[in-house]
């Protein structure tokens, strides 16, 4: 990491909340924050990072020169809530670690996430299941797969099981927090409303699109989730600062919110004119080397999933058929492939 990137950062809200942002490199060369809010009852956290290789004592050294640096009188035993902002890796892995390293709190997440920390082993194999299926379905050639669901285990491995003490609904209201439920990246994706500045962690960023994944895999994930949620939090005023989960802070949420909207509906647009340019129907698996032609490895399973995504909202809305029912017909999990109607 950079001098800058590893510095901790300071902002404070309109409700005067102290706000200090704690970056943890969560996967190799991979940037992701933690939150440490004072001011809004009880010292509280707001994601814990990976867990991997060094994110946990950079979270904990960051907690550390909160006092050091900026004349807190803090320590990190001092956290009493934890609030996961959603149930990926990069933002909650590094709970149990950082548990052992705090002491007691009380840890917090939406419903829709709660079984992915509960019940990790649970999710995981279930989670794998339904990636199986909806890749065969995509048309993965079968030698493909073994790689591509071993690499999707691989990343979760690290991570344990971990009781949930409260949950956050959508319009929760938490000691001056408001809460909004933003599903589509993750099911259980909420931002936090902190008087003027906004904790957005993955729905909203400053420079790229979320991924997003079908909902056929996990429920409340995909496209319409996500388009619906950005138009919710475009209806909220007052926001003077977005803090994201990864990236750079963001000080005009509509405009950014309006240029995520655009670059979904350009996604969605590119899927209509492969198909509309293709003389045959088209897998998914194909659609997305048409889209992502240069995406390997991990990268090439984060595609899959993201074309897919664009896939199905666009066949849920009648907007593509199956061209292939009789291979339906006869086989399981046959690949299905999609015209424009
Ligand atoms: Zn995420
Ligand atoms: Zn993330």
Redesign the pocket.
């Known amino acids: 990491m950079t001098q800058t990137q590893s510095a901790v950062q300071h902002f404070e809200s309109s409700s005067g909340v102290r706000i200090y942002r704690i970056p943890m490199e969560v996967f190799p060369g991979f940037i992701g924050y933690a939150y440490l809010l004072l001011g809004a009852g009880v010292p509280t956290l707001v994601d814990v990072g990976s867990g991997y290789q060094a994110s946990t004592e950079q979270l904990l050294d960051g907690l550390a020169s909160i006092s050091s640096e900026h004349g807190e009188a803090f320590t990190p035993s001092d956290i009493d809530r934890v609030i996961i902002s ?1 149930g ?1 890796v ?2 909650f892995g590094g709970l149990g670690n950082v548990m052992d390293a705090i002491g007691s709190a009380a840890i917090g997440i939406h419903p829709l996430d709660r079984r992915i920390l509960t019940n990790y082993e649970e999710r995981v194999l279930i989670a794998t299941k339904n990636l199986t299926i909806y890749l065969q379905q995509a048309g993965v050639p079968q030698e493909t797969l073994p790689d591509l669901l071993q690499m999707y285990g691989f990343s979760k491995m690290h991570v344990r099981s971990m009781p949930i003490d409260f949950t956050l609904e959508d319009g929760d209201e938490l000691d001056g927090m408001r809460i909004y439920h933003v599903p589509g ?2 099911s259980g ?1 909420i931002a936090i409303q902190i008087g003027d500045v906004l904790l957005s ?2 729905h909203i960023l400053s420079r790229t699109a ?2 997003l994944a079908p909902e056929s895999i996990t429920h409340y994930t995909g496209v319409g989730h996500y388009l619906e949620a950005l138009d919710k939090m475009q209806q909220v005023d007052g926001i003077r600062l977005v803090l994201g ?1 990864h990236e750079d802070p963001i000080t005009d949420m509509h405009k950014r919110i309006g240029e995520l909207i655009e670059r979904i509906h350009q996604k969605k647009q590119r899927v209509v004119e492969i198909l509309q340019n293709s003389e045959a129907s088209l897998s998914i698996f194909q659609i997305t080397q048409l889209m992502y032609p240069e995406k390997y490895g991990f990268n090439h399973l984060l595609a899959l999933q993201q074309a897919g995504a664009f896939v199905e909202y666009l066949y849920d809305r009648g907007y593509l058929c199956i061209a292939n029912l009789d291979d339906v017909k006869q086989s399981d999990n046959s690949a299905l492939y999609y015209s424009l109607i």
């Open positions: 959603h990926h990069d933002h990246h993750c994706q962690a993955d979320p991924h989960g």
